[in-house]
């Protein structure tokens, strides 16, 4: 007679059977197990976004006394060198025997024409000095949101601006239109012109962090500095030596009205290539200094 194996033994090695209760727990260690990689996975993500909106260097209180050497938009134009190089405006500097380095001389606002201050306010930021490096009011006009105010508990209001925000792609001239001297001088100083909405989330914390570190005096005292005014111009001391042969402290006020006209486009359109495409906006800034008063004297405290 065949012995019938005990359903009792087992094979040698082969571990017993779990209970039911020890193969939950197992279940809820893994789980746990997983739950923590993915909240510390979560955390380090976290924290190295944070490092990315805030980490720029040097820090934004470096500029409180030192001159930049070199932008990051300074930087993005070397990269982009051989297309410099054949722009008509290079090209007839060059057969005239023109040096082609990079042309930037810092200077401080001392050195500087008021009107100058006063020009580019008016035609870039004329309420430089009313925010606090987001204008939340041009903001809010260039995504057309039409009510006076914005709480969040207002159901017109969230309505209005579901609408203004479902506008914003066909209003993106106007809402790019918005961005404040600070921005403008956060972008140039640490960033790349691109439009991506987490380099324009970086470009709002800079500019905030601007504010707090510099102050409005010295913010517009860079921008004017370091702003493109034409190929490899840097500067309203390098445009004035460039366009008029003379110091900008000597710029008549028809000039720094042309040099503030040169903004939107300082490669298309200067004072040394194809000025009557700024003509115009020169006699329009012109007009509103006149209307408005040249305000940056008295409120950078410099005299005319």
């Not at 961005?179 to 960033?191: D, H, R, V």
């Not at 359109?269 to 305000?295: C, F, T």
């Amino acid at each position: 007679m065949t012995d019938r194996p005990d359903p009792q033994e087992r094979p040698s090695g082969q571990a017993p059977p779990q209970s039911p209760g020890e193969v939950a727990a197992q279940a809820t260690t893994k789980s746990r197990s997983v739950f923590w990689w993915f909240r510390r996975l979560t955390l380090v993500g976290f924290g190295l976004g944070l490092l990315w909106l805030f980490a720029v260097w040097p820090p934004p209180i470096w500029y409180r006394w030192a001159w930049p050497g070199e932008t990051a938009f300074m930087a993005l134009r070397d990269r982009q060198a051989s297309q410099l190089a054949s722009h008509p405006q290079r090209r007839r500097e060059s057969q005239d025997g023109a040096p082609l380095e990079r042309r930037y001389q810092p200077v401080r606002a001392e050195r500087i024409d008021p009107d100058v201050f006063a020009a580019v306010l008016v035609a870039e930021d004329h309420r430089f000095f009313e925010h606090g490096g987001i204008d939340y009011q041009a903001v809010r006009e260039a995504l057309g949101y039409r009510r006076a105010d914005f709480a969040i508990g207002d159901e017109r209001d969230r309505a209005e601006l579901w609408r203004a925000l479902q506008d914003a792609w066909s209003n993106r001239r106007e809402i790019r239109g918005a961005s404040t001297i600070t921005q403008q001088l956060a972008k140039n100083l640490y960033l790349s012109p691109s439009r991506n909405p987490f380099r324009k989330l970086k470009e709002a914390v800079t500019a905030y962090r601007l504010e707090w570190a510099l102050g409005k005096r010295r913010i517009l005292e860079l921008y004017v500095n370091v702003v493109e005014l034409g190929p490899e111009v840097w500067g309203v001391e390098a445009a004035s030596q460039t366009y008029y042969r003379r110091p900008a402290e000597r710029l008549s006020r028809d000039q720094s009205a042309a040099l503030a006209a040169t903004l939107p486009a300082p490669l298309t359109a200067n004072p040394g290539y194809r000025s009557g495409r700024i003509r115009w906006r020169q006699q329009l800034i012109l007009k509103r200094m006149s209307q408005e008063g040249s305000i940056a004297a008295a409120r950078l405290g410099l005299t005319e």
